[in-house]
């Protein structure tokens, strides 16, 4: 169900993860005082290499850690052959990667 | 019957762990689509943000921080116990996770309201 390099990832990502979510959580109390708009997150994201790579880890660290999360509760309550069990880890990682890959894009460049 | 182990409070620290985490891995899509409005329909993300500003969708949001500290600190929680040389006061630990949730997701209400 999860091996060594499964957990490792699992951690490793949350430990990468940590201080982005407490950022993030910061970052949302902060900017939405006084509403937000798209010209208003855009004007601090745009062109920005600290946002855009703060994000970009965010998104490939999240990616890794929903996938591996999802994968254990489906394994626990779903009984699959290991062969499906892995086509799902690796389709919800690579659906998070590409939308949020997309999303980052969307916002920083 | 509860199973006995299922009244221990950091059961309900493990699951409330799981069920945030579950929910978050749904919000997910949803948040990067949105945000991806961005690149071609900024003025439908606008139009979505201010759809935001209902009160039911801000309770939502309120709802959606609280998860996300909740898993965050919980998750903080669970690497100190693995990571750390072993600590007794793991309940007090959980009890800590889950006082910052509060405090954090009502920032954020207060932030908004």
């Known amino acids: 169900m999860l091996g060594v390099r499964l957990y490792l990832a699992q ?3 949350a430990l990468i993860l940590a201080p982005l979510v407490l950022g993030h959580l910061a970052v949302m109390i902060y900017a939405t005082r006084d509403g937000l708009s798209a010209s208003e997150i855009l004007s601090r994201t745009q062109g920005s290499l600290f946002w855009g790579l703060s994000y970009g880890l965010f998104v490939a660290a999240v990616a890794v850690h929903a996938a591996i999360g999802l994968r254990v509760i489906v394994a626990e309550h779903v009984r699959l052959p290991g062969v499906a069990l892995d086509a799902f880890t690796w389709s919800v990682g690579g659906v998070l990667l590409a939308m949020g890959a997309r999303a980052v894009a969307a916002v920083v460049l | 019957m509860v199973k ?3 009244n221990h409070p950091l ?3 493990y699951m409330a ?3 945030s985490g579950l929910l978050l891995a749904v919000f997910l899509p949803a948040h990067f689509y949105v945000l991806g409005l961005a690149l071609n329909h900024a003025a439908e993300l606008d139009g979505f943000l201010r759809w935001t500003e209902y009160p039911v969708v801000r309770l939502a949001e309120i709802g959606l921080v609280f998860l996300l500290a909740v898993h965050c600190f ?3 929680r669970l690497l100190a116990l693995e990571l750390l040389p072993w600590s007794p006061r793991q309940k007090t630990h959980a009890a800590v996770a889950t006082a ?3 405090l954090v997701s009502t920032g954020f209400a207060l932030s908004v309201v």
């Open chain 1, 11 to 13: 951690r490793i990502s």
């Open chain 2, 4 to 6: 006995p182990h299922r």
């Open chain 2, 11 to 13: 059961w309900f620290a």
């Open chain 2, 17 to 19: 762990h799981r069920i």
């Open chain 2, 74 to 76: 919980g998750g903080l």
């Open chain 2, 100 to 102: 910052l949730s509060f």
